[in-house]
């Protein structure tokens, strides 16, 4: 399994420093300190002992139109006085040498005219705005209050710093309030529009003016010749695309009846072979229905694939905008009363216009559907049975209630996004859901039956993502609310909702709520990803508001809730993000995305209190925090970086160590090392030459738990070991969705031999080779079976009998089996509490040492022992450790106090190398990793199994 870094986002200098934009000029504004809330009707002393001045205005700005050469070089914050407080605090000459562009360069004031009231003040007064509202507020607020809408004139304004969430934002005229995180952005792009005059600001507004109403904003739609479409793949890949709209794109919103809707596929693919209208027999309706539901998957498909190239990427755009632009035609052309299928049509358009990321025409285009899902009387119970006297069967009336439903989870998420009031509110509805009862099990009578249907339902999904949608409604109704209630009782609103969301999730079947995604088919995987965003939204959503509150214990729960849904999500993304580039392919998940890194963002900037502004100060001058780089050359020039940690795929590693190597870096690589043993052997000739660190990262190797088992070993309690059966696998029981995976890609290195094969090896390794004494080693001799994954080729299942030579006093010849497996896995029992089945063990005469899975990150050992002593440990989660600050979802709960992240054993070791001069591990070295090296390509080899050339070659650089 690929441990992937990552990126901590450092705080913005403008939130430590105190600095605003102004939206009008370009120029940097510098705030003068105004009074924290507690002291705002006090006289407040300045740090010389003078005594300030009450200003019950905006506070003061000093414009700063001129940087010196050093913060203009860093792009960084600066004072504009000669010299300034940065160079001040680094000891570095200040100048102003700089060609200046902007007229007459004015002068900086030497740094005595500066006022004397101290940035560490500055600063202080700033973080006490962000972490406390101010506490003279009256006992009952309204959100409005604390936004700033109900100010008196003689008022001072919210500071620009302040969270997006409690602020109303007004974009082109169209107004977001507190509910949607995207006046974040609105505040975002008037602080990057007032430093740069010449910024996508103008452009975008340029843009808009052209466009007509209800695109403004939006990438504009091309425009084709003619009245029909270019062309249809034939019906074989119409059907497959088809396919894949039901199965990975809708997820939950399941409208359609599959088999009608494979019917009318039929008949619009043999009316364009024929040259006939493509709605002919079937409707105009019905055929924007299938021309959409194919534009979805059609962009879908290109997307998974990822793109080369932003020419590609347009081409994909275009294709599938062609058929969206037809079936909107078609719906737009329909005469007579609606139908269920007219509603059905324009609910499709808004999916694909949310997925194109064309907000502002889905917004109306919702509208729209809006309107006829209202006049066909959807949702109203007692209408719909009226209205089905004329057309009396099962599957016209469960597509009825799928329809409005989905228009229901659509118009409550819309509203979050753009943070205005829902169109449905549960006083106008009384419909029931639908049944739970798949496409397959119905008939225009009723479903068949029930014995005959399985306990799953793919419309489980679409109930429960509209229970937990009316969750979501409740709470922008009730934390969000406008009306004048104390905070109390807004936090109680919070807390009793949260309540209902923990019910929800625990209500869930066990297809979408216990089994881990990756174990089912794609459409209940992709199904089950939706739920559980939809869970962890909520709970953003219902605590985000009080990320601002108090500094008091009044908010701790709801803050301590958001940021660990934050960091779930993020989570989630990641595991999303391993099954190729089809993260991009959902709208929706981009949205929660979002949400989760604005509240990982507050998190990392407001965790320190108002006391420790020393250090942030120190920070704001010290430029050896941790940054960004624009390319790995980059990197690799700047002189402060010693040692570089890589966790690209295991195509790159070579590539990208080497060039490190090179540059005089020392280089902690992720395993497997490099794809064989050529490469290996390069990079460590390599490093000799430089006389620099190198080690493979296998974080397994470090953990106590593992350091435990040797010593046990060593202690001679179980006897030599005679025999290792080492078993590491993951269950991908659906299958890929496409062969871009990194598991199954051969040009990313794939397979599950170098991703989870090597962690069966590690443990045969450190159990019988790694403890013999260095002269005692010898390599084993080796069987292989290897199973390939059909479409590339890679291998999908290895079973490798290794034979270990030994001398007689150390138990004479082993045996070790290590197997792992793309499709079967014991990891998954390993997910229940309390499970007892080890995938490690290690076995001599007088006992044996038990592993519980999953073997990459155990957490579970039990010694059993001849004599009948059992003896079970627990030991630390090698994962994000909830004291650590890093919590991200490991585990069924969050971990003691004091556990991180199981990297830190095996970097804590590299860092030691670099104090004490070693150039390799303490705990395994070069030498073993190029012979398990040698083992893995003698099983492709054996297999049949090599990579593309660019992948194996020892060239660089390519």
């Given at each position: 399994m690929q441990e992937t870094p990552h990126m901590m986002l450092s705080p913005s200098s403008e939130a430590r420093g105190g600095v605003e934009t102004d939206a009008e000029t370009p120029s940097i504004l510098v705030a003068t300190p105004s009074e924290p809330a507690s002291t705002r009707s006090k006289r407040n002393k300045s740090t010389d002992g003078s005594v300030g001045y009450q200003d019950p205005g905006p506070r003061k700005v000093r414009k700063v139109s001129r940087a010196c050469d050093f913060c203009k070089s860093r792009k960084a914050r600066c004072t504009g006085d000669l010299p300034c407080a940065k160079c001040v605090a680094k000891g570095r000459e200040c100048s102003y040498d700089a060609k200046y562009t902007r007229g007459r360069p004015p002068t900086p004031p030497p740094a005595e005219t500066r006022p004397k009231t101290s940035s560490t003040s500055a600063f202080v007064?700033?973080?006490?705005?962000?972490?406390?509202?101010?506490?003279?507020?009256?006992?009952?607020?309204?959100?409005?209050?604390?936004?700033?809408?109900?100010?008196?004139?003689?008022?001072?304004?919210?500071?620009?710093?302040?969270?997006?969430?409690?602020?109303?934002?007004?974009?082109?005229?169209?107004?977001?309030?507190?509910?949607?995180?995207?006046?974040?952005?609105?505040?975002?792009?008037?602080?990057?529009?007032?430093?740069?005059?010449?910024?996508?600001?103008?452009?975008?507004?340029?843009?808009?003016?052209?466009?007509?109403?209800?695109?403004?904003?939006?990438?504009?739609?091309?425009?084709?010749?003619?009245?029909?479409?270019?062309?249809?793949?034939?019906?074989?890949?119409?059907?497959?695309?088809?396919?894949?709209?039901?199965?990975?794109?809708?997820?939950?919103?399941?409208?359609?009846?599959?088999?009608?809707?494979?019917?009318?596929?039929?008949?619009?693919?043999?009316?364009?072979?024929?040259?006939?209208?493509?709605?002919?027999?079937?409707?105009?309706?019905?055929?924007?229905?299938?021309?959409?539901?194919?534009?979805?998957?059609?962009?879908?498909?290109?997307?998974?694939?990822?793109?080369?190239?932003?020419?590609?990427?347009?081409?994909?755009?275009?294709?599938?905008?062609?058929?969206?632009?037809?079936?909107?035609?078609?719906?737009?052309?329909?005469?007579?009363?609606?139908?269920?299928?007219?509603?059905?049509?324009?609910?499709?358009?808004?999916?694909?216009?949310?997925?194109?990321?064309?907000?502002?025409?889905?917004?109306?285009?919702?509208?729209?559907?809006?309107?006829?899902?209202?006049?066909?009387?959807?949702?109203?119970?007692?209408?719909?049975?009226?209205?089905?006297?004329?057309?009396?069967?099962?599957?016209?009336?469960?597509?009825?209630?799928?329809?409005?439903?989905?228009?229901?989870?659509?118009?409550?998420?819309?509203?979050?996004?753009?943070?205005?009031?829902?169109h449905f509110h549960e006083e106008d509805i009384n419909q029931d859901l639908p049944e739970s009862v798949d496409d397959e099990a119905m008939t225009v009578d009723g479903p068949i039956n029930a014995a005959d249907t399985p306990k799953d339902c793919h419309i489980d999904a679409l109930i429960f993502h509209a229970r937990i949608a009316k969750l979501v409604g409740s709470v922008s109704r009730e934390v969000y609310t406008f009306r004048a209630i104390s905070e109390a009782d807004r936090v109680s609103a919070a807390n009793r909702l949260i309540q209902r969301v923990r019910e929800w999730h625990a209500s869930l079947p066990i297809h979408l709520g216990s089994i881990p995604p990756s174990m089912l088919i794609p459409s209940y995987r992709r199904q089950a990803t939706v739920l559980r965003l939809a869970h962890l939204h909520a709970i953003l959503h219902a605590n985000r508001l009080f990320l601002l509150g108090s500094s008091s214990n009044t908010h701790e729960n709801q803050v301590t809730e958001c940021i660990k849904a934050a960091k779930a999500v993020l989570e989630t993304v990641d595991e999303l993000a391993q099954e190729g580039p089809i993260f991009h392919a959902f709208w929706w998940t981009h949205y929660v995305t979002f949400c989760a890194l604005v509240v990982t963002q507050w998190n990392t900037t407001d965790w320190l209190d108002i006391d420790s502004s020393a250090f942030w100060m120190q920070m704001d001058t010290d430029e050896t925090y941790a940054k960004a780089y624009g390319s790995y050359a980059d990197l690799v020039q700047d002189p402060d970086v010693e040692i570089i940690y890589i966790a690209t795929p295991h195509s790159h590693h070579y590539q990208n160590a080497m060039l490190f190597l090179e540059a005089g870096k020392n280089v902690l690589c992720e395993k497997a090392f490099t794809v064989n043993t050529k490469q290996a052997r390069k990079l460590a000739k390599k490093a000799r030459e430089k006389n620099l660190f190198l080690m493979e990262g296998l974080w397994t190797r470090y953990f106590p738990l593992s350091l435990y088992v040797r010593e046990v070993i060593e202690s001679g309690k179980i006897g030599p070991v005679e025999r290792v059966l080492a078993e590491h696998s993951f269950l991908y029981a659906g299958g890929f969705e496409d062969d871009s995976h990194i598991m199954v890609n051969p040009n990313l290195a794939g397979g599950i031999l170098l991703d989870g094969g090597i962690y069966s090896l590690t443990w045969v390794f450190q159990s019988l080779y790694s403890l013999q004494p260095a002269s005692s080693r010898r390599p084993p001799t080796i069987k292989s079976a290897v199973a390939k994954y059909g479409r590339t080729g890679v291998d999908a299942m290895t079973t490798i009998l290794l034979e270990f030579p030994r001398s007689e006093e150390q138990g004479g010849i082993a045996h070790a089996v290590a197997s792992t497996s793309l499709g079967l896995s014991n990891d998954a029992i390993a997910q229940k509490q309390g499970a007892a089945v080890p995938n490690i063990r290690i076995q001599g005469q007088y006992g044996e040492i038990q592993v519980f899975p999953p073997a990459y990150r155990p957490t579970r050992t039990r010694l059993v022992l001849k004599d009948g002593t059992i003896d079970d440990k627990q030991w630390p989660q090698p994962g994000p450790g909830e004291g650590s600050g890093w919590y991200n979802g490991y585990g069924s709960t969050p971990n003691p106090e004091g556990q991180g992240h199981g990297l830190f054993w095996e970097a804590d070791d590299a860092g030691r190398a670099l104090v004490e001069g070693r150039k390799e591990g303490t705990q395994f070295g070069l030498e073993e990793s190029i012979l398990i090296m040698e083992i893995m390509d003698q099983v492709r080899a054996e297999a049949g199994i090599q990579y593309p050339d660019e992948v194996e070659t020892v060239e660089f650089p390519l």
């Open positions: 007064d700033d973080l006490s705005r962000l972490h406390a509202l101010p506490t003279n507020r009256e006992p009952t607020t309204a959100v409005g209050d604390d936004l700033g809408l109900l100010r008196r004139p003689n008022e001072s304004t919210v500071p620009s710093r302040s969270s997006p969430e409690l602020s109303i934002a007004e974009v082109q005229g169209q107004v977001f309030d507190s509910k949607s995180g995207l006046t974040f952005i609105q505040r975002a792009l008037k602080r990057l529009s007032a430093q740069n005059k010449n910024g996508a600001t103008g452009k975008t507004q340029t843009v808009s003016d052209n466009q007509s109403l209800m695109t403004a904003g939006d990438k504009p739609l091309p425009e084709f010749p003619g009245n029909g479409i270019s062309t249809l793949p034939d019906l074989a890949e119409c059907s497959k695309l088809l396919a894949l709209y039901f199965e990975v794109c809708i997820a939950t919103y399941r409208m359609l009846h599959r088999p009608t809707a494979e019917s009318w596929l039929a008949i619009l693919k043999r009316n364009h072979d024929e040259g006939r209208a493509l709605w002919t027999d079937i409707g105009r309706a019905e055929a924007a229905i299938v021309l959409a539901a194919l534009a979805i998957a059609r962009l879908h498909q290109e997307k998974s694939r990822g793109f080369l190239s932003a020419e590609d990427e347009s081409q994909a755009l275009r294709a599938s905008d062609e058929l969206y632009i037809l079936s909107s035609r078609f719906a737009d052309e329909e005469a007579g009363f609606p139908r269920l299928e007219s509603a059905q049509a324009k609910i499709i358009h808004v999916l694909y216009l949310l997925t194109t990321s064309r907000f502002n025409r889905g917004w109306y285009v919702f509208g729209n559907a809006l309107h006829l899902v209202t006049a066909l009387g959807l949702y109203r119970r007692n209408n719909w049975k009226r209205g089905r006297s004329s057309r009396n069967d099962y599957i016209h009336t469960q597509c009825g209630l799928r329809t409005f439903w989905t228009a229901y989870i659509v118009d409550n998420y819309l509203a979050v996004i753009f943070g205005r009031p829902r």
